[in-house]
């Protein structure tokens, strides 16, 4: 059992000491401590998150990330997966980790609204090809404290998307840092160092979701490629911030303004499992449209169709209309633009009864069927949804003839209270390969094993590289 860290008052400020006493828990944990269930959810993430890589391949963006830097890095220790490219392991996190985001697909912990695996495992494979060989167990375990840290981040400091950060950065770069130490053995002192080299580093505004422009993608790149050289840095002895936390100008007090639950990071850590609440995207856009998604497949499907209707209503929590409440603007035609808006997604799930990886490509994005329906659409934010809650959306249609239909979910599909099914996982799984490399379902099946088996391997990344399939 690992080292259980001390309560701490919620309205207390933690003492000096409090990031040294996070790593040497983190530090004394070993494989043998991870549940069953624990080590199938890390398993079910890693998978996920290769399948969404292979299907960012044809993302915009991306190939020219991997251009740009294939220019600069002709060789190194680490891989990028696309196009299976050699580079130095902070850029072969880069490249991977902004591949796994481009889509929006990939997995989130929606209470703390972390993206996590497109940070983490870019960062351990990384880490993993030049360190290594690592066996599958110091693999999966290190992938555990690094979801495991980055959700219980996210709950403690948990306003800080409101307060305009993108908690998948700013929490991530710091989570997978710690992860790669972790699978470098590094004791608990250079894994202090670790976090706070990672912390130097840590960034990540909110606008660029907002603006809908690709260099939100490519945040989760920047996260990934600080933590490999934060993790780098520690292990050669250099030092990081000591109060990285706790400090004055440490997290808790300069990014989140004091706002914070300390005990939420570490109440019941290593013995309460926050990698089991994981949501697994159905939908390739923000997890903010995922509820309202939801609610129109099921308007369709009740025999509902778009000529029927002259007005349509989206009610939603504050965060959440802030992220994905603009009015929706096809003139633009920007893909993220359409990933971040709530009147576009609800419109393609109305209007087609699905929402897909077509749903978001060109030149469907200006659809004139959809951008009419976006147009009589309005997305509130109601004061009667918790303001931080992403799982609440309430939509109201107001038809033709007068009368009017209410639909409301307090759950949100791929979350453990309503979540995927096997076949579903596995349909994104060979969809996502097959979208992005042109893979067969072969291909798929074999990542699907090599994945499945990952703790018998005594080189988890060299099995990872050699499963992923190249276009």
């Known amino acids: 059992m690992a080292t259980v860290l001390p309560l701490t008052h919620p309205a207390t400020a933690p003492e000096d000491g409090y990031s040294l006493r996070l790593c040497e828990s983190l530090a004394h944990w070993r494989y043998d401590m991870l549940p069953g269930p624990v080590v199938n959810t ?30 600069w890095e002709t060789a190194g220790s680490a891989t990028g997966l696309i196009g299976k490219r050699r580079y130095s392991p902070p850029t072969a996190a880069l490249a991977n980790a902004a591949a796994a985001h481009a889509l929006d697909f990939d997995d989130q912990h929606d209470p703390a609204r972390v993206h996590t695996s497109c940070v983490v ?55 997978a840092s710690i992860a790669a130490g972790r699978l470098m053995a590094l004791d608990a002192g250079r894994l202090a160092n670790a976090l706070g080299m990672a912390y130097h580093q840590a960034s990540g505004s909110a606008q660029s979701m907002r603006d809908g422009v690709l260099s939100k993608r490519l945040g989760a790149g ?53 990698v089991l609440e994981y949501s697994f995207k159905p939908y390739p856009c923000c997890r903010c449209n995922h509820t309202a998604i939801g609610l129109g497949i099921r308007l369709h499907r009740q025999g509902i169709r778009p000529e029927e209707v002259s007005g349509i209503e989206i009610r939603m929590g504050q965060v959440n209309w802030i992220t994905v409440g603009e009015p929706y603007d096809p003139a633009r035609d920007e893909i993220v633009h359409a990933q971040f808006n709530a009147a576009y997604s609800f419109a393609r799930a109305f209007a087609d009864g699905r929402v897909d990886l077509k749903s978001y490509r060109r030149p469907g994005i200006t659809d004139a069927r959809i951008a009419a329906l976006t147009r009589i659409t309005r997305v509130i934010a109601d004061p009667a949804i918790d303001a931080t809650a992403i799982e609440p959306a309430r939509v109201k249609l107001t038809l033709k003839d007068g009368r009017q239909l209410e639909v409301a979910s307090d759950t949100i599909k791929g979350s453990p209270q309503e979540p995927m099914s096997e076949a579903e996982a596995r349909s994104k799984l060979s969809g996502c390969l097959a979208f992005g490399l042109d893979a ?18 005594p080189d988890a990344a060299g099995a990872l590289v050699s499963a992923f399939p190249a276009r």
């Not at 099946?445 to 499945?452: E, I, N, P, Y």
């Open 42 to 71: 890390v398993k079910a993430l890693v998978l996920d998150t290769l399948g969404v890589i292979a299907g960012g391949a044809r993302a915009p963006g991306i190939a020219e990330l991997n251009a740009r830097l294939s220019r």
């Open 121 to 175: 495992l870019p960062a351990l494979l990384a880490t993993a090809e030049d360190a290594g060989p690592v066996s599958g167990r110091e693999f999966i375990l290190a992938f555990a404290i690094g979801a495991e840290l980055h959700a219980r981040l996210g709950l403690a400091c948990f306003n800080s998307l409101g307060k305009g950060w993108h908690p998948t950065m700013v929490f991530g770069t710091l989570a």
């Open 222 to 274: 920047f996260a990934a490629r600080a933590a490999v050289l934060g993790a780098f840095l520690a292990a050669d002895g250099l030092t990081g911030t000591r109060r990285t936390l706790e400090g004055t100008a440490g997290l808790f007090a300069l990014y989140e303004r004091g706002e914070v639950r300390p005990e939420l990071l570490t109440d019941g850590l290593g013995s309460e499992w926050r």
């Open 440 to 457: 067969t379902p072969e291909q798929a099946d074999r990542l699907a094993r090599c994945v499945q088996g990952l703790e018998q391997e």
